[in-house]
């Protein structure tokens, strides 16, 4: 969809007429024909089966000109996890001991029961990690099963500090910008979309810091 709006929101600016009126409508419309188009082009539906030693996906849609295979994953070859938020699209990531990726992708805005397959799938790893704990205990067992992590998300990760003063500078300079200087901005929409951004990155920061302490 940012491949849809990003350059049609450039290509808006340069040929509608200077008026933030007009630029700020054509913007929101552009929008919303890709949130539009995304739902045909870009959706899938997938059910999602969990049980203490399998987690099984069977694709109910399909992408399009996709043809994705029904899968069924023992925890036991499962390495880590992830759980991303974001503005649009959520992220549930899971990395295989062969550091096979399968990324779940979900857009905010669609009822479905993600947000309860993500608050409970932390409980079936807890689970599988006792078991390894008692695998790595018993010293009769050639093979033992090591537990599986939970990896940092991009609020939390090594670079993360950089990027929330970065954020915290682009919401201070647009927001100043479109404050005091006499034109203000030519799109305040695409300001306001750069500071919402900024802001909804400096408030995971802090929440996941939150949760460490």
Not at 46 to 74: A, C, G, V
Not at 80 to 104: A, G, P, R, V
Request: with cysteine; aromatic share 14%.
């Amino acid at each position: 969809m940012l491949l849809i709006v990003i350059p049609g929101v450039i290509l808006f600016h340069e040929i509608l007429p200077d008026d933030t009126g007009v630029n700020i409508i054509a913007s929101i419309c552009l929008i919303g024909i890709g949130l539009f188009l995304q739902r045909f082009i870009s959706r899938a539906e997938i059910e999602i089966s969990l049980t203490k030693e399998f987690l099984t996906i069977k694709w109910l849609h399909q992408y399009i000109f996709h043809k994705n295979p029904d899968r069924k994953i023992s925890f036991r070859e499962i390495k880590s996890y992830k759980y991303q938020e974001d503005q649009n699209f959520d992220l549930f990531q899971i990395t295989l001991i062969d550091d096979t990726e399968i990324n779940f992708w979900h857009f905010t805005f669609t009822k479905d029961d993600f947000d309860s397959f993500v608050q409970i799938f932390p409980e079936f790893i807890e689970y599988h990690n006792k078991i390894a704990e008692t695998e790595t205990s018993d010293k009769k067992l050639t093979y033992k099963q090591p537990k599986i992590e939970r990896a940092k998300s991009i609020y939390e990760n090594e670079a993360s500090p950089v990027f929330v003063i970065l954020a915290i500078g682009v919401v201070l300079v647009i927001s100043l910008v479109m404050i005091f200087k006499d034109n203000g901005v030519s799109n305040p929409f695409l300001g306001l979309t750069a500071i919402s951004g900024g802001v909804f990155y400096i408030i995971q920061y802090f929440k996941y810091r939150k949760r460490k302490k």
